[in-house]
């Protein structure tokens, strides 16, 4: 309890205020948003909600000018997606497998569970890739 | 909570813009005969590679709820295609 809260309750206790003065005191102290002391542990930032990539590109492709990608994708829509790739039954994998090592990919699809790939997307939160070549920059970052 | 407005808007070579405005409920409710007989496709495809049709459903689902906040950008010079889910 800090030195304000109890301020505040040994005035009530002592009838100096009401009890509703009092709650409207601590609402008040709970809205406002004290600074963390120096050597507290940070406050937990806000969880990113989208992962972004952004592409910029001065090529001239067919001579229309440079171009812009932007795409903006909630990081829910990939966990719904991990999800729903986990539907994929074990026979569809071997294949996928097989193809995949033919296309030289040597992944096992087969031992990626969903919560490994739910694991991932928590992690995804502190990447940022930043890619920049003198007439490209590629940006994939969650925000 | 399903997408409720996708925006598409395509800018033309000539610079004039084309806006669609979709709504996705109405668009839904009209086209759900069709809905319907997609869904019984699925639950057929769903029995036949011995996927839960119930975990099929409730990923879809999963997944429709969370397109809204999705956004798509492509400019190329003077062209440009934009596409929003809220």
Partial sequence: MNEQRRQILQMLAEGKITADEAERLIDALDRELPEPAPGAAPRPKSRPKYLRVVVSSADNFGGDGPGRVNVRVPLQLLRAGVRLASLIPPQALTQVNTELNKSGVPIDLTQLKPQHIEELIEQLDDITVDVDQPDAKVQVFCE | ?86
């Fill in chain 2, 1 to 86: 909570m399903i997408p409720q407005l996708v925006t598409v808007r395509h800018r033309r070579t000539n610079g004039r813009w084309l806006r669609l405005y979709i709504p996705v409920l109405p668009v839904l409710l009209v086209l759900s005969p069709v809905l319907l007989l997609a869904m019984v496709v699925g639950l057929i495809a769903c029995l036949a590679t011995r996927v839960s049709p119930v975990g099929a459903l409730r990923g879809t689902g999963r997944l429709l709820g969370a397109l809204p906040g999705t956004r798509i950008e492509i400019e190329q010079g003077r062209m440009a295609v934009l596409v929003s889910v809220r």
